[in-house]
């Protein structure tokens, strides 16, 4: 069992019970508490002295002081990265996730733009409008597939990827049956997929030039 006593001396202008309560705030006793190997975990104020908190740790074994210490100089570390208190991690943490889906949805909105400004440059009069992008990811190429659609191709085939590693694929239409078209690319290039009559998915082992030549 090891025992440890902690002196906490406060700045100029900070009350001990302030501090204490900011711990209190930011549930700090009760995680240390809970972790594996803690007997004690306590805060005292002082009767005789109105500038400082004592802490009493009480841990198992020096495998648990030594977890409990790691976990400390994590929070510490992750506190400098994000220029916040050690006691205001959680709230830094999660305005970086919120900060973090803004950023999100505004590169959306800005693929979204980027995808209707290609979906214009692109040729819809042929009888089947084939797309090559190693860019597209998600649903990026359904989206691109849609669009072009919408402005009257007939059968759209979009391919994300590359020569080397392969291509996914989605292949739409709103007047045909686009299943016969997935399933001579999956039979000649070891493709995997499929789908309902106006629209397949997939991917596929070949070239750009081979797969072209198919369709």
Not at 9 to 38: Q, V, W, Y
Not at 195 to 209: C, D, E, F, I, R
Request: aromatic share 6%; charged share 25%; hydrophobic share 35%.
């Amino acid at each position: 069992m090891i025992q440890l006593h902690v002196t906490y001396t406060m700045k100029p202008g900070i009350h001990p019970k302030a501090f204490f309560d900011a711990l209190n705030a930011a549930n700090i006793p009760s995680l240390c508490r809970h972790e594996k190997g803690n007997i004690r975990y306590s805060y005292y104020l002082p009767a005789d002295n109105d500038n400082q908190l004592f802490l009493l740790e009480i841990w198992k074994n020096n495998d648990a002081l030594t977890d409990h210490q790691q976990k400390e100089e994590s929070v510490k570390k992750i506190s400098a990265l994000l220029c916040a208190k050690d006691t205001e991690v959680a709230e830094a943490v999660e305005k970086l996730k919120e900060e973090q889906l803004d950023l999100k949805n505004q590169v959306s909105a800005l693929k979204q733009k980027l995808l209707a400004y290609q979906a214009k440059e692109i040729d819809v009069t042929p009888e089947l409008v084939k797309v090559f992008d190693s860019e597209l990811s998600g649903n990026e190429l359904r989206e691109l597939m849609n669009i072009l659609l919408e402005r009257g191709a007939k059968i759209c085939a979009i391919f994300a990827g590359n020569d080397e590693e392969g291509y996914r694929y989605v292949i739409g239409s709103h007047s045909e049956d686009v299943r016969v078209i997935s399933k001579k690319l999956n039979e000649a290039f070891q493709g995997r997929g499929g789908g309902k009559p106006q629209m397949v998915q997939g991917s596929l082992k070949g070239t750009a030039k081979n797969i072209s030549e198919i369709l």
